[in-house]
């Protein structure tokens, strides 16, 4: 996967999703995979600890962020798009990437813009009134469960200050 990445931290192999584009943040899934494979010492992963890779996630997540609109939601077939499932899927993957990152303190400033992010994206996909989220019918439940149980593992990284329970 590093390896397929471009100057912009683009996964470019095009083995993943369809369009393999820049601006499809999907593509950018596998931001939790080198977070993993940098964190969790295994007899057979030889990149744990691995600075290369390292740079190469801050690199995949430097992408990743840039492609989130002002209101929180991700693009996946066009730029323009403010998508349920790359919002929704990003939720989770970033959140689980947020947690690998604060248990192993690396890259302390993604970590700020992780925790931004994932705060943008669960005010857009947690508005009751986005009718892209609150479909009736809801045409992929997969999509609308990553968001929420992202947005539950993003909230116990982050409590929201304004919740009585913070």
Excluded: C
Aim: aromatic share 10%; no cysteine.
């Amino acid at each position: 996967m590093v390896n397929d990445m471009d100057d912009t931290g683009f996964f470019a192999g095009g083995w993943w999703r369809s369009p393999s584009a820049p601006y499809n943040a999907r593509v950018q899934e596998h931001v939790f995979t080198l977070a993993w494979f940098h964190a969790n010492a295994r007899p057979w992963n030889p990149y744990t600890g691995n600075a290369d890779l390292l740079a190469a996630l801050d690199a995949a997540l430097g992408h990743y962020l840039s492609l989130q609109h002002s209101d929180g939601s991700f693009p996946e077939y066009n730029r323009n798009e403010h998508g349920l499932a790359p919002t929704g899927f990003g939720l989770g993957y970033l959140a689980k990437t947020l947690v690998i990152l604060r248990a192993t303190g690396a890259l302390p400033t993604r970590q700020s813009q992780l925790s931004a992010a994932l705060r943008r994206a669960m005010t857009w996909m947690l508005n009751p009134a986005n009718r892209t989220v609150w479909q009736e019918p809801l045409h992929y439940s997969n999509q609308t469960a990553s968001g929420l149980a992202g947005a539950a593992v993003a909230l116990k990284l982050d409590p929201d200050p304004r919740s009585p329970r913070a």
